[in-house]
């Protein structure tokens, strides 16, 4: 039996074309004229003016930080409920995570209890578009504005979504995008920041090149202490061509989400991520949580899933879970309510661009006969 895997890429487009090309030309390397040419067509599809590839979307994250001056000494408040790479690009700067819990029904920052943990330390707040849901950007800026913070978002899984007709990467000063295999567009490995502000994609430039200077010969002499961030060449010419593609991978995915909403609405005990008022989802991962309703524990199901050909993956654990952020020095004991509910509860199914509306169908029948059978 062939197992439906949770996520494969879709690579439609000119991927192998462009990938010759660069291994023909010899440019395999960062300096190949393929990373310019991914960086501005992926930061017009954002809507943005800039973009600075780099080699994977946690370091993304770390020199958007590290651009704003976050750094030792600073908090940036964050959501409970996400993956370890956006807390832990904090810790590479020196700063703390702050973690708040999550709005239970968008599983994203609740900007309710953010204001309540701004202290005089903090510096901005991370909004994670969770599973590729917007966050409610109006109201994260308006505390953000009131306590003179930065913010940023981490869209590691919001390539395509809107908020208010805007595109993630747009709705702040600065953005970072992940472009792993499972990813709406990838490179296979490879991140990206993205902004509108050119002293701070100059600043991503400058240090994510070991901090060579950017307008004078290079004399081998290093003002700053920077990062080997670069992307390769090869890693660009396939994030062109999936640039290219990208219109036709987020229609792809919203229809996906939209079935899967369609089959699972009904069933006991399933409850899904609404989507966020003025928002645009592209449903990175389909997500459910299982709740006693259903009848079955979500082990339970995730085991039967596997039995009958379908792959499916737990849910992140919350911030407060995570012992090296504990060692780290992060406030670990509070309650995460809702958090905790997703982690404890929560999966996520097949959910790749190139999923048939079969291939839904058939996991949704399963899904539905193991409740309560």
Not at 10 to 26: F, K, M, P, Q
Request: net charge neutral; with cysteine; hydrophobic share 45%.
């Amino acid at each position: 039996m062939t197992m439906l895997p949770v996520c494969e890429p879709l690579l439609a487009g000119n991927e192998l074309r462009y990938v010759t090309d660069a291994v023909s030309s010899g440019w395999i390397s960062s300096s190949g004229s393929y990373v310019t040419a991914f960086e501005q067509a992926f930061a017009a599809w954002c809507g943005v003016a800039h973009g600075v590839a780099v080699c994977n979307g946690t370091v993304a994250l770390h020199l958007a930080l590290v651009a704003l001056g976050v750094g030792p000494g600073d908090e940036v408040i964050l959501p409970d409920f996400t993956m370890v790479a956006s807390a832990l690009a904090v810790c590479h700067t020196g700063a703390m995570p702050v973690f708040v819990d999550v709005d239970p029904a968008t599983w994203n920052i609740n900007p309710l209890v953010v204001e309540a943990a701004v202290t005089p330390r903090t510096k901005a707040i991370m909004a994670v578009h969770i599973f590729g849901t917007p966050c409610d950007m109006t109201a994260l800026a308006a505390v953000a504005v009131r306590h003179g913070l930065e913010l940023i978002e981490d869209a590691a899984e919001a390539h395509g979504a809107t908020f208010q007709g805007k595109k993630a990467g747009s709705l702040s000063r600065i953005a970072a995008f992940s472009f792993f295999a499972n990813k709406n567009v990838t490179t296979g490995e490879g991140g990206m920041v993205v902004t509108d502000d050119p002293k701070l994609a100059r600043a991503c430039r400058y240090y994510k090149n070991l901090c060579f200077p950017l307008d004078a010969p290079r004399d081998y002499r290093h003002a700053h202490i920077g990062y080997n961030y670069r992307m390769s060449n090869l890693h660009a010419a396939i994030g062109l061509a999936q640039t290219e593609k990208a219109d036709d991978y987020t229609t792809l995915r919203v229809k996906n989400g939209r079935l899967y909403r369609e089959l699972l609405a009904e069933i006991p005990g399933v409850r899904l991520q609404a989507a966020q008022p003025g928002g645009g989802a592209v449903h990175w991962m389909n997500g459910m949580v299982v709740t006693s309703e259903y009848g079955r524990t979500r082990d339970s199901l995730m085991a039967h899933l596997k039995i009958r050909g379908i792959d499916s993956r737990l849910f992140f654990n919350g911030m407060h879970r995570q012992p090296a952020l504990e060692r780290y020095g992060c406030q670990c004991a509070g309650a995460f309510p809702v958090s905790d509910c997703l982690a404890d509860g929560g999966l996520y199914l097949p959910s790749a661009s190139g999923l048939t509306e079969s291939d839904i169908r058939r996991v949704c029948q399963v899904v539905r006969e193991h409740g309560r059978s």
